[in-house]
């Protein structure tokens, strides 16, 4: 059974670091393109950051998030820095075959996570 898991959600300050990690079961991350994606209330999904051979970063984020794959541990991890009020969001990590984050942003992801809630504030 395929399934993906997020953790590491809380509340923080601005300025303030998470890590966010995405564990998968049921199948190897490594040969697939693993996705993060973001929600807050009253907006449209947006996407966050892809990882396949290569890492993607929305501009939102870029120089702030880092992405990376623990293959030992078959998870994806989110570190998020210098956070922002406007990163409040609940977090959602993705999977999809290939391995490829060509236009991860708008395209269809065939496995989700059940999401983990990001605030920043003060």
């Known amino acids: 059974q395929v399934q993906l898991v997020e953790s590491g959600g809380g509340l923080v300050q601005p300025g303030g670091s998470l890590r966010l990690s995405c564990a998968a079961s049921?199948?190897?991350?490594?040969?697939?393109?693993i996705a993060w994606f973001r929600q807050a209330p009253g907006k449209e999904r947006e996407g966050v950051s892809c990882?396949?051979?290569?890492?993607f970063y929305a501009d939102s984020v870029k120089g702030r998030f880092t992405i990376s794959r623990d293959n030992a541990k078959n998870t994806v991890h989110l570190q998020m820095n210098s956070l922002k009020p406007e990163d409040t969001a609940v977090y959602y990590c993705a999977a999809d075959y290939p391995p490829l984050c060509l236009d991860y942003s708008t395209r269809s992801f065939s496995s989700w996570g059940q999401g983990t809630q990001v605030t920043v504030s003060s």
């Open positions: 990882i396949s051979t290569s890492t």
């Open positions: 049921g199948f190897t991350l490594d040969y697939y393109a």
